[in-house]
């Protein structure tokens, strides 16, 4: 093949690229589920964990499969696995969504998949961005109320503090992985 056609190539989505946003989706909300049951629900250690592992695995994820529209493809399919599965807020899903779209334009505007730096980035934008647009949505919904919203910030910021471990956490799995030849990029 010459260097037109694998660059031709590289940008359709091919077969195991999908299974690998499946997999990963599933494994995300497997582990999720895993991590909320044994720590007991909102213990802040458990908080923490689950956003370290899913922001771990995202970052894995976009260092595995280097295409525009990984991230949203991520989501939507968490987000199936989610209704599906937990009866998941159908009210917080377009968050995720419009979160991973901007932080997929803001790792092009990067330079793109290719640079270490833009996706650290994008994933850090995604997690504060959907985050933020869910308390917001929370903030319409039950702002008469304004403690509420209050102890939903300080449940969320506790979460956003695994997110930021989690980046380097994924950063050195990546790491990890390219010594043993798994990511080859």
Known sequence: MSSAQILTLNRYWQVPDLV????????????????????????????????VIFTALLVVLLYKVRKFGTLTLFL???????????????????????????????????GGYRFTWSI??????????????????SWLMMREEPRIIIMATIIVAIGYIGSIIGLFVGRYFVKELRHAGIIRH
Not at 20 to 49: R, W
Not at 86 to 98: D, N, Q
Not at 122 to 137: C, E, P, Q, T
């Open 120 to 137: 650290m980035v994008g994933v850090a934008i995604y997690d504060l961005l959907s985050k933020s647009i869910g308390l917001g949505f």
């Open 76 to 110: 939507v399919v968490s987000a199936i696995i989610s209704a599906l599965m937990l009866g998941g807020s159908l009210v917080l899903i377009p968050a995720s969504i419009l979160a991973g779209l901007i932080a997929e334009g803001v790792i092009m505007a990067l």
């Open 20 to 51: 690998v946003v499946g997999i990963f989706a599933a494994v995300v909300k497997v582990s999720s589920i895993l991590v909320a049951l044994m720590g007991g629900g909102m213990n802040p250690l458990t908080l923490i964990l689950k956003n």
